[in-house]
């Protein structure tokens, strides 16, 4: 038996009932924040699972190091290159040895590897992370999706080289300020800079400006992607309005950031002079700290020009494309415009959909290929051959066929050896070279000219050369006038001798002067 | 399209008619059939078996296309050979040889299965490998006149495709944020997550321990793709720069032209998600776009005025 009161309660029960969400608009900063909250859980994830690693790796403060890492690929990536993984291993050993000096230093490269390695997530097959959240939609309906998301990625470089990046969502964890405009951010960050100066609370300002540099790293970031687009196809992008939109802003930005980041410079140079005028512990902590930002400013303009430049460069690229692509004989017949009409429609489809079209088109658009009949015989030999080892050398190299080159010096080893043994004299009984050149004469009819050439060369003997090397005789030539009597040469009859050298007083002078 | 469509059907229809001929043939006394020419005629599609040769290098390959060329009962009975093998006949020509392709279910077509391991079991990684070879396609042949002029010779690089394709998943990833859409997929329903996100989340590139290109990331599917069109006769290395540089040869432009553009255009129309185009640039600025003042510093040479 049920009472009519119990059916009127029904429908006020009804409205006094929760919502189930505040509408999309709530919805949507919380899905914000829990994809923002999820770019952390990596970092919380290495510390949790360095248990599990064979051997004793608490110590280790992973978050840490990740987070120094993704410091470090952001600092270092520049527009044509990322970071290189090698040298990136190398910067963080300081600190993975900092926080266990103990440990042998094998171990602290394992942990920077591995804390790397996970950065990147390796494991995977898309080297990135995956965050499951729920959202309600407009209709009240709840739904559970997937935010996929990397905070370091791979990208190719030069050479075929690997790179490592920071993503836009490693930047924004590592800052810190995890939704926000970049450029309201850069410009919110340095007007605190500026105040944070007037009032000489440089420590804050340095943090600023590092945050400033960070902002600067991801704008440019995004730029360098637009502009990539352009290079490879005017089509490709929107040349009437939307690149040129984008140039412009970011001249503008770069003209403007320029302009703000110098007035900073000179105030921080005015309060770091400031600062030099007194001198005690605190001003000159200040100075340092001053000093420090400077640096931090003026890399943050070297890559606004470097920015400008790349700008800069669009014109002239697109103009040459565009000479090669607009002003060509227009065909009589237009064919198929393989982007517009199946790459764009194709790629918002949902995958079940997408996959039936390059389905299609892979199955008319690979070509053939002949089956290979197999016999019997042939498959035993296949299956016995041992697999051919991989190459880790490299091609051999290639025997050198070297061919001897005649020898076409003018006197041969035994000249020089005799030549040398004559002018080997006493250092207290220098010689004539008229002397010197009739005795040579008497060996070998070729010698007289290399013990000239030797004599003429020791009228400038390299004592330089001699004391660096700290040599304890030196043959020297001297003129004093007398006129060479010789058949076959002219000039000076030098006297030519042996000066002893101080050696130990050489080495004393060569020892004081380094 | 549909036009552009019909009129390659039409052009097709004179280069393959077996039917009509060979019931003449026989009543022509002079050209009867011999087997010594069936042999010849198996052997010119045997060339065409082949597609990296080229005619210009061997003197029977040359000599049998000028037959063909000059001899409508050779031509028939070549066709008769090639079609019997289960194979399409895109062009005979001395630029692009004997120009056959593999028809559906030939023996000779390429299986996603065979073609890539992971392909037959993972759906998105199915897509990947299609897409790559669209890309690669588009890339070659960035506009509609490009492939339709036979004398363009098409450049691409591996990373250049990636990046290309990377940059429209950019786009599109742009465009849903501005339409404030969310476009992370439903967790029950992995088919309805859009397609380019499959692209955008899969690496680019990764490190592996021989150095070489990891086989799951985009550059690698790429880069396999542009192997095996290689393989195909369809490009040719030209450099290692850019993840290994490439130039189209005739036959991929026949190919992409004749066959597999139109029969993916066919299965876009089938989902009824193309509009219908006359066959102008889709990449253009749209023709609202009104004047807008460009900026002093772009340094554009023009202001390109929309086609009317």
Request: hydrophobic fraction near 40%; charged fraction near 25%.
């Amino acid at each position: 038996m049920t009472s009519p009161a119990s059916t009127d309660l029904v429908p006020p029960q009804l409205s006094a009932a929760p919502r189930p969400a505040q509408g999309p608009a709530a919805d949507e900063g919380l899905a914000r924040r829990l994809r923002a909250l999820a770019c952390t859980a990596p970092l919380h994830d290495l510390d949790a699972r360095k248990a599990n690693l064979a051997g004793e790796y608490t110590v280790y403060a992973m978050a840490e190091v990740a987070l120094a890492a993704i410091d470090l690929i952001t600092l270092n990536m520049d527009f044509d290159t990322g970071a290189d993984h090698e040298q990136i291993v190398a910067r963080l050993l300081p600190r993975v040895a900092a926080q266990a000096p103990s440990r042998p230093a094998a171990e602290h490269e394992r942990v920077a590897r591995w804390v790397l390695e996970n950065l990147i997530n390796v494991g995977s097959v898309d080297r990135g992370f995956r965050a499951v959240y729920g959202t309600f939609g407009a209709d009240g309906v709840y739904t559970r999706r997937d935010y996929d998301f990397k905070l370091i990625e791979e990208v190719p470089g030069y050479g075929g080289g690997v790179y490592l990046r920071t993503t836009d969502e490693a930047v924004n964890v590592l800052v810190g300020a995890l939704d926000t405009d970049v450029t309201s951010a850069q410009i919110a960050a340095e007007v605190k800079l500026e105040v944070l100066i007037n009032r000489g609370r440089l420590a804050d300002a340095q943090l600023a400006a590092e945050q400033a540099r960070y902002r600067t790293v991801q704008y440019a970031e995004t730029l360098r992607k637009t502009l990539e687009a352009t290079r490879r196809n005017v089509r490709a992008v929107d040349w009437l309005n939307a690149v040129p939109d984008m140039i412009a802003e970011a001249l503008d930005h770069v003209a403007d950031r320029y302009r703000h980041e110098n007035a900073i410079l000179t105030n921080i140079r005015k309060a770091r002079d400031e600062a030099e005028s007194t001198s005690d512990a605190k001003t000159a902590e200040h100075k340092r700290r001053a000093a420090e930002l400077v640096d931090i400013v003026k890399d943050c303009i070297r890559r606004h020009t470097q920015l400008q430049s790349r700008l800069l460069d669009a014109g002239p690229l697109f103009r040459a494309e565009q000479d090669r692509q607009a002003f060509a004989a227009p065909t009589a017949y237009t064919g198929l415009d393989l982007y517009g009409q199946l790459v764009a429609p194709t790629l918002p489809l949902p995958v079940e959909q997408a996959v039936r079209v390059t389905d299609a088109f892979f199955a008319r658009g690979t070509g053939l290929r002949t089956p290979a009949s197999v016999r019997l015989g042939d498959l035993v030999d296949l299956l016995l051959t041992p697999p051919v080892e991989r190459e880790h050398l490299g091609a051999e190299m290639p025997e050198p066929d070297l061919i001897a080159t005649p020898d076409d010096s003018r006197f041969s080893e035994e000249q020089l050896a005799s030549a040398l043994r004559l002018l080997d004299l006493e250092h207290d009984a220098p010689r004539r070279l008229s002397g010197l050149l009739a005795e040579a004469r008497e060996l070998d009819g070729d010698l007289p000219y290399l013990v000239a050439l030797l004599a003429v060369h020791a009228a400038s003997p390299p004592v330089g050369t001699a004391y660096r090397q700290g040599e304890e005789r030196l043959l020297f030539a001297v003129d004093d006038g007398t006129p060479l009597d010789d058949p076959e040469f002219g000039g000076a009859d030098l006297i030519v001798g042996t000066a002893l050298l101080d050696a130990v007083g050489m080495a004393a002078d060569r020892s004081e002067a380094s | 399209m549909s036009e552009t469509h019909a009129e390659y059907a039409d052009a097709w229809g004179e280069q393959e008619p077996p039917q009509p001929p060979a019931a003449s043939t026989s009543g022509a006394p002079a050209s009867a059939v011999t087997p010594a020419d069936a042999s010849d005629a198996a052997r010119l599609v045997s060339f065409g078996l082949q597609p990296k040769l080229l005619p210009a290098r061997d003197a029977e390959y040359g000599e049998l296309l000028r037959r063909y060329r000059e001899n409508p009962a050779f031509a028939r009975l070549a066709d008769a050979v090639a079609t019997g093998l289960g194979l399409v006949v895109l062009e005979v020509s001395p630029r692009a040889g004997m120009a056959v392709t593999a028809g559906e279910d030939s023996v000779f077509a390429v299986r996603m299965g065979d073609y890539a391991r992971r392909a037959s079991t993972d759906s998105a990684d199915r897509f990947l490998h299609g897409l790559a070879h669209l890309a690669v396609a588009a890339m070659a042949f960035p506009r509609p006149e490009d492939l339709a002029d036979d004398a363009y010779i098409g450049r691409l690089t591996v990373n250049g495709v990636d990046a290309f394709v990377r940059q429209a998943c950019l786009r599109l990833e742009q465009r849903a944020e501005e339409q404030g859409e969310n476009t992370d997929p439903a967790s029950d329903a992995p088919g309805l997550e859009a397609a380019w996100r499959i692209y955008a989340r899969r690496s680019a590139t990764g490190a592996t321990k021989d150095a070489r290109r990891l086989a799951g990331s985009t550059t690698g599917i790429v880069g396999k793709a542009a192997a095996f069109l290689t393989d195909s006769g369809f490009l040719q290395r030209t450099g290692d720069e850019g993840g290994g540089s490439y130039r189209t040869t005739a036959r991929y432009q026949l190919q992409v032209r004749d066959m597999a553009g139109s029969a993916a255009m066919a299965e876009l129309l089938e989902l009824g998600v193309v509009p219908v185009s006359d066959g102008s640039a889709t990449l253009l600025p749209p023709p609202e776009g009104d004047d807008l003042e460009l900026a002093a510093d772009a340094g554009l040479p023009f202001h390109a005025s929309p086609p009317a």
